[in-house]
């Protein structure tokens, strides 16, 4: 069979559109031979969301969203219908949200029920809402912080009323020099600690010797036989005691001597007689020394 020119052309045109329509699938994320599940999600308002719009299941994704379609009855609910993989199971009671990130890309997020046992079938429709996001959260915020802001503006009007005080100024410059004595001290500190580091190594070596010496000392203390000592000194003072009671009586030569009084005055007179000698000795001494060259002795008048 031969195929005309014009034949040629249109087989090409055709094929032309198949690829553009599937390379459209391909790039809304849709697959291009479909084996995904379709399950429906009534919505009150779609705002972002549009077909190929993804969907995530615990940060997975597992579809995307082939279509909207809108229900004109007068409930007017909108309805999403979501391409699953036909791996991901449905437990009952779950449901659907719509959520951004900051960029602005719109996506769904499957919030999945916690009944493991009862899963929907492909077809089965699911209930879908907004994801309650940041700016959502600071919207209801917004009355508590309207309550605040009278609060602020009277703390900002204290604060201004604070920082306009002179004493303020004088108190931070206060704190400046503190600061500054501090930063001295903290250096002298570190000095000392400096100086500390290297003296004590050596006082500890003394240190050391001390105790050597004190233990060598105790050492030898303990050697010594205190009990014999002690018996030594009493037999002693026993001894000095003794003497001392025979010095007081009048037994013994020192006893007599230290306790008799005739003995003192002999002794007085002997000694008065022998001062009297001497000086006579003195003044006289021929009368009692005769020393002749010649062997004469003179005769004394």
Not at 73 to 85: C, H, R
Not at 96 to 104: F, K, M, R, T, V
Not at 118 to 131: K, P, Q, V
Not at 149 to 170: E, F, W, Y
């Amino acid at each position: 069979m031969k195929f005309t020119k014009e034949i040629k052309i249109a087989l090409v045109a055709i094929l032309a559109i198949v690829v553009l329509f599937f390379g459209l699938q391909f790039l809304k994320g849709l697959t291009i031979f479909s084996n995904d599940d379709s399950y429906y999600v009534t919505f009150n308002d779609v705002s972002g969301l549009s077909p190929s719009s993804p969907i995530y299941a615990n940060g997975y994704k597992v579809g995307v969203v082939k279509d909207i379609i809108y229900d004109y009855s007068p409930e007017g609910k909108i309805v999403a219908v979501m391409g699953l993989d036909k791996n991901m199971r449905l437990p009952q009671g779950s449901h659907a949200e719509i959520a951004s990130d900051l960029l602005g890309n719109i996506k769904v997020n499957l919030v999945l029920g916690d009944d493991p046992l009862h899963m929907l079938a492909a077809g089965d429709t699911i209930s879908g809402g907004a994801e309650l996001g940041m700016m959502s959260k600071l919207g209801s915020m917004m009355p508590a912080v309207e309550a605040i802001l009278p609060k602020l503006d009277s703390i900002m009007s204290s604060l201004n009323v604070l920082l306009a005080d002179p004493a303020l100024r004088n108190t931070l410059h206060n704190v400046e020099g503190m600061t500054g004595n501090l930063n001295a001290t903290s250096q002298e500190l570190r000095s000392l600690s400096a100086s500390l580091n290297r003296d004590v190594p050596g006082m500890m070596h003394k240190a050391n010797g001390v105790l050597d010496n004190t233990q060598q000392l105790t050492k030898n203390l303990s050697a010594v036989d205190v009990a014999a000592m002690t018996a030594s000194v009493n037999k002693t003072l026993e001894n000095v005691e003794q003497m001392t009671r025979k010095l007081n009586s009048n037994e013994g030569t020192l006893g007599l001597l230290m306790r008799d009084a005739s003995l003192y005055n002999n002794l007085t007179a002997t000694a008065a007689s022998a001062d009297s000698l001497l000086i006579d000795l003195k003044a006289h001494p021929k009368r009692y020394v005769h020393f002749s060259i010649f062997g004469k002795s003179d005769k004394q008048k």
